[in-house]
């Protein structure tokens, strides 16, 4: 149920934003993050966004990305600025209703996925 949308290429320096979708949930409940996964890596929490709008983010996407969520369209969001090429990966969304505070960015906090979106910077 949760579905993202809005990958894409970019030049280094340039600016994506990536949403993600979920039909199912209500938003009051749920803690949701981004996450990537570049080729041969592992994945790795980027930027995190809980229920009443506390935020987390990885010290890679400090200063350049910001996640944001409208409740009304139970729609997730990530802007992407001053991109670089190590931030080319496959972008997830993902959800959870339990996560502890201070593991937001934790990829074993989660147990709800969307299917992913590329991101490719070049």
């Known amino acids: 149920q949760l579905v993202e949308s809005g990958g894409g290429s970019v030049q280094a320096g340039g600016s994506l934003s990536v949403s993600c979708t979920d039909s199912?949930?209500?938003?009051?409940?749920?803690?949701m993050a981004w996450l990537r996964q570049a080729p041969g890596k592992e994945r790795e929490g980027v930027a995190a966004?809980?229920?009443?709008?506390?935020?987390a983010y990885a010290d890679s996407a400090t200063g350049r990305f910001t996640i944001s969520q409208d409740n009304a369209k139970n729609t997730l969001y990530l802007q992407m600025n001053s991109l670089k090429p190590e931030d080319t990966a496959m972008y997830y969304c993902?959800?959870?209703?339990?996560?502890?505070?201070?593991?937001?960015?934790?990829?074993?906090?989660?147990?709800?996925w969307g299917q992913g979106t590329q991101v490719t910077v070049s």
């Open positions: 993902a959800a959870d209703y339990w996560v502890v505070y201070g593991r937001r960015l934790v990829v074993l906090e989660y147990n709800y």
């Open positions: 199912r949930r209500t938003y009051s409940t749920y803690c």
């Open positions: 966004i809980d229920s009443r709008g506390g935020t």
